[in-house]
């Protein structure tokens, strides 16, 4: 079975470019998350999908953060404008509805922005 | 949200050795405690989770959960240099959303 598949796997910006991460789950995974991992540090949940809808996206650092996941399968986050700080790999994760499923994570996007 | 610290940051044993990692954790109403393993470059991989107060083992692999003093621990029995990553210790809000919260993770490196 495939795992959860992310592209690009790195990126390289300057500041105020925009860049887009793409994620396709596990077949069949209803729930998708997004998480933000700086160097040295564990992940950190951006915003989290049941199949089409946004749960909870509190968690995106500022509007030029944002997520989609149109047809309850791919999903792709897009950073406008990036800053030094938005450094850092992007994860993306899947998991089956339901009590004690473990999420299961792709390799992640690592961005650098200079 | 949670706050979730792990300990130590970094940890050096030899072959063959217990390797100890410890987790504390903020809600005791949290539901599942997970850890994961994260090589570098890689995305994190779930190893074993825990609900009840108690312990439970999965081959060299025995975690311990202590609900009233909101600590956890994962202990690896004959830690190999293949074991060699990032642990990191994830609590979930007890949802059917799964949503995992995590701490910075304990850097593991097993010697030969």
């Known amino acids: 079975e495939a795992g959860v598949t992310q592209s690009p796997r790195y990126a390289v910006l300057q500041e105020g470019q925009a860049v887009s991460f793409w994620c396709d789950p596990i077949?069949?995974?209803?729930?998708l998350y997004w998480y933000q991992q700086p160097r040295d540090q564990g992940p950190q949940l951006l915003v989290y999908?049941?199949?089409?809808?946004?749960?909870?996206n509190s968690q995106l650092p500022s509007d030029r953060f944002s997520a989609v996941r149109p047809k309850g399968t791919n999903s792709t986050l897009k950073i406008q404008s990036a800053k030094q700080g938005d450094t850092a790999t992007y994860l993306c994760?899947?998991?089956?509805?339901?009590?004690?499923?473990?999420?299961?994570f792709g390799e992640g996007t690592r961005l650098s922005v200079l | 949200q949670e706050k979730v610290q792990q300990s130590p940051e970094s940890l050096i044993v030899p072959e063959g050795a217990m390797s100890s990692l410890n987790c504390t954790f903020s809600?005791?109403?949290?539901?599942s405690i997970w850890w994961y393993q994260q090589h570098p470059g890689k995305g994190p991989e779930a190893l074993i989770?825990?609900?009840?107060?108690g312990n439970k083992k999965e081959g060299r692999l025995t975690v311990y959960l202590n609900r009233a003093s909101l600590h956890v621990s994962l202990h690896i029995r004959d830690s190999q240099p293949s074991d060699s990553a990032v642990y990191l210790c994830?609590?979930?809000?007890?949802?059917?959303?799964?949503?995992?919260?995590f701490g910075s993770g304990t850097k593991l490196t097993v010697e030969p």
């Open positions: 994760a899947s998991s089956f509805r339901g009590n004690n499923q473990a999420p299961l």
């Open positions: 809600n005791s109403a949290s539901q």
């Open positions: 989770s825990i609900f009840s107060n």
């Open positions: 077949s069949g995974h209803d729930t």
């Open positions: 999908f049941r199949d089409e809808a946004v749960i909870d």
């Open positions: 994830a609590v979930s809000k007890g949802s059917n959303y799964n949503v995992l919260y």
